[in-house]
């Protein structure tokens, strides 16, 4: 297997590149944001740096310099060194590899290596779930908690003629209360503001159908955050999702999922898979915290850039995939 790294000012014109010269069936090893090469780089300008694989050259290519390209043992070797390249964690790397069968392991395909990988990963699906009476999303500023309630409420309405609830239990960011507010007259969902334990409380006590309640990125040890989740402790049929962005270094995200611990979370939402190459860096801690994925945001787009976490879905998204998104999405 040959490798080469491209470097462009984003994803998508090193993907061109890549795909270009090594062929569409190249595959994605992993995605960094390096500096640039020069005095650029100097002044702290960033591009991207996309490694890529490829089992063979093009028709016509001459094969590239040793510095940009190396062979790899084949093998379950082969395979776990592949998968590792991406920032796979390695234990898993071995788990894969020795779940493929023998003759699958040299030149392992795209097909095969998602197929064992999201055997690997199902645990980590929520699954089609049906709605809590009271889902609640919390996570940072910024991470797409917003966007994503607005895509669930949207794409119900659209799908299935349902309206949800909605409330902004955040008194905080006007943006993105008068945001949800947008969607909501939109789609014609009922909408209410919860600027208070009390308002919350009504909010939720007044509403027959399931309720999606967006929070304020705000420490858990803020008082009004304290209140608005006393309230939503003493509901029942609740359930709590933990957003975070896909693009989240590893020592950041670990920090998060600590802080958020307080708000018993039971479901994990990924946004930004768009602005990053891989989900590979993140899959040893999502294995590690266990916190069932139940949705993935690929997009800003609403409703369409949201999908239902399944294994194969989060597999593609490991392995740098877009097109199983954009089949689902359309």
């Not at 503001?193 to 159908?209: F, H, N, P």
Request: hydrophobic fraction near 40%.
């Amino acid at each position: 297997m040959y490798l080469k790294r491209y470097r462009r000012s984003n994803v998508r014109d090193a993907l061109r590149a890549a795909r270009e010269e090594l062929g569409a069936d190249a595959l994605v090893l992993s995605t960094h944001l390096v500096p640039v090469i020069g005095w650029r780089g100097w002044a702290g300008m960033r591009e991207i740096e996309l490694t890529v694989g490829a089992e063979r050259l093009s028709s016509g290519q001459q094969r590239p310099s040793s510095d940009e390209m190396r062979d790899r043992p084949s093998g379950p070797d082969e395979v776990a060194a592949r998968l590792a390249a991406g920032g796979l964690d390695r234990a898993l790397a071995d788990e894969i590899a020795a779940d493929l069968p023998a003759h699958q392991r040299r030149g392992a395909s795209l097909h095969s290596l998602r197929e064992a990988l999201a055997s690997r990963l199902s645990m980590l699906a929520a699954g089609d779930d049906a709605y809590a009476r009271v889902e609640v999303f919390v996570g940072p500023p910024g991470v797409g908690k917003t966007t994503t309630i607005a895509k669930i409420a949207a794409q119900e309405r659209a799908r299935h003629g349902h309206k949800l609830g909605l409330v902004a239990a955040d008194g905080f960011r006007i943006g993105a209360v008068e945001q949800l507010r947008m969607y909501a007259d939109i789609i014609g969902a009922p909408f209410k503001v919860a600027r208070t334990g009390a308002d919350l409380e009504d909010a939720l006590s007044r509403r027959r159908q399931p309720v999606l309640v967006d929070t304020a990125g705000r420490s858990l040890t803020d008082p009004s955050s304290r209140e608005l989740f006393k309230v939503i402790a003493q509901c029942t049929d609740v359930r709590t999702h933990l957003v975070l962005a896909a693009d989240t270094p590893i020592a950041t995200a670990r920090r998060i999922f600590d802080a958020y611990e307080e708000a018993r979370p039971t479901r994990l939402v990924l946004t930004k898979i768009d602005e990053t190459g891989s989900l590979s860096p993140l899959v040893g801690l999502l294995r590690e915290r266990q916190l069932p994925i139940s949705y993935l945001g690929t997009g800003q787009r609403v409703p369409e850039d949201l999908n239902r976490a399944t294994a194969q879905l989060l597999a593609a998204s490991v392995l740098g995939e877009s097109k199983p998104f954009t089949q689902r999405s359309s």
